[in-house]
């Protein structure tokens, strides 16, 4: 589903951050991605989600090669991609409700279907009372939630999340564990970037550790 092969990616020219990623992510698998901060997990994800182009190496997606994909084709690709960010970006100028119906408006769903899914999502995720908030005042936590809600309500074929519960009691964090596992059971690949080792620890999920720009053996 998802192949790199020697991928390098540099910010700066001669700074490489990745050197030399090669990994598949089988379709319908859950992997964890692990490694120190400042090992490029984020820049990873960023790779996946078309945020930004490798330097080296080749990408491929969904049987696609994506490595020099153009504008044209992003958003049918990205469609099928759903991504947790760590700094969520959540747009300050719509509600809740708004940003995390977002991905069903762009997929051209009908409004009484998103209304549906938004409410169901934002229950799930215990933010009801903040349909009609502005993200500007919810605390981290929530935004976190927010923004996972808004990268799962499509059911995309991949999610990738960028330290999904890193502002989550432990609790949360658990019962976002099972939120993804959930989806992961009915389908969807996932690529969970995270540096707490407890959490890993709790599942029986392969880890990916990035070490020196490279995924350790
Ligand atoms: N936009 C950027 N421009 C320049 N350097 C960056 C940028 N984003 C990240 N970096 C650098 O890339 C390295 C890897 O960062 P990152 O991918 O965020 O690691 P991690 O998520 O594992 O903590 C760090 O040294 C960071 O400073
Ligand atoms: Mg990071």
Redesign the pocket.
């Known amino acids: 589903m998802i192949n790199l092969e020697h991928v390098a990616m540099e910010?700066?020219p001669g700074?490489e951050?990745l050197h030399d990623v090669s990994m598949t992510l089988e379709r319908n698998s859950f992997h964890f991605l692990t490694?120190?901060?400042?090992?490029?997990?984020?820049?990873?994800?960023?790779l996946l989600s078309f945020q930004?182009r490798a330097t080296k190496g080749r990408i491929s997606m969904f049987g696609e090669d994506v490595t020099g994909l153009d504008r044209e084709h992003m958003p049918k690709l990205r469609r099928r991609v759903g991504i947790v960010l760590?700094d969520y970006r959540l747009l300050e100028h719509m509600t809740i409700a708004e940003n995390v119906a977002l991905p069903l408006r762009v997929a051209g769903e009908s409004q009484e279907v998103i209304e549906a899914k938004v409410e169901e999502l934002l229950d799930w995720v215990g933010l009801t009372g903040h349909h009609d908030s502005r993200p500007a005042i919810l605390s981290g936590g929530q935004k976190q939630r927010a923004a996972i809600a808004r990268a799962v309500i499509t059911k995309p074929d991949v999610l990738l999340a960028?330290?999904p519960t890193g502002n989550l009691d432990s609790e949360l964090a658990l019962r976002f564990m099972y939120l993804f596992e959930a989806l992961n059971k009915m389908g969807t690949t996932v690529l969970l970037?995270t540096?707490d080792e407890h959490l890993i620890s709790l599942f029986n999920y392969p880890v990916l550790r990035?070490q020196d720009g490279k995924i350790l053996k």
């Open positions: 910010y700066l700074h951050i490694g120190a901060s400042g090992a490029g997990k984020s820049t990873l994800l960023s930004i760590q960028d330290e970037a540096h990035l």
